[in-house]
């Protein structure tokens, strides 16, 4: 399975950005799909996950209320609609995708960079 994510940008605080996250190869293999975010000098942070087939989701406490996952099964793409960004909420975004119902995440995309300022 490849992943392809893109919709990273430039944003002023309280703006909004999409991204967005391809899949490509086996995707009959994926069973949810997450996006992670990175900021220099830190840890990997999980942001959201989203199940593929039931559309369950979950997200870190941070960015409830203001980001939105969703997933276009026909597209083989899943979505991270951010609303109400705050320059914390800057780094670089990974989308993944796990096979199975544990929160392990088997494959990974590049990033896009996420910058909002002040």
């Known amino acids: 399975v490849q992943l392809q994510a893109s919709g990273g940008g430039l944003v002023q605080a309280g703006g909004s950005l999409r991204l967005s996250c391809a899949a490509s190869?086996?995707?009959?293999?994926?069973?949810?799909m997450g996006w992670f975010r990175q900021v220099p000098g830190k840890e990997r942070e999980f942001v959201a996950d989203i199940v593929l087939a039931g559309g369950s989701t979950s997200y870190i406490d941070s960015v409830k209320g203001r980001f939105t996952i969703s997933k276009d099964n026909a597209k083989n793409t899943v979505y991270l609609q951010m609303n109400g960004l705050k320059p914390e909420d800057s780094a670089v975004y990974y989308c993944?995708?796990?096979?199975?119902?544990?929160?392990?995440?088997?494959?990974w995309g590049q990033g896009t960079q996420v910058t909002v300022s002040s």
């Open positions: 190869g086996r995707t009959s293999r994926t069973y949810g």
């Open positions: 993944a995708a796990r096979r199975g119902w544990e929160m392990k995440y088997d494959y």
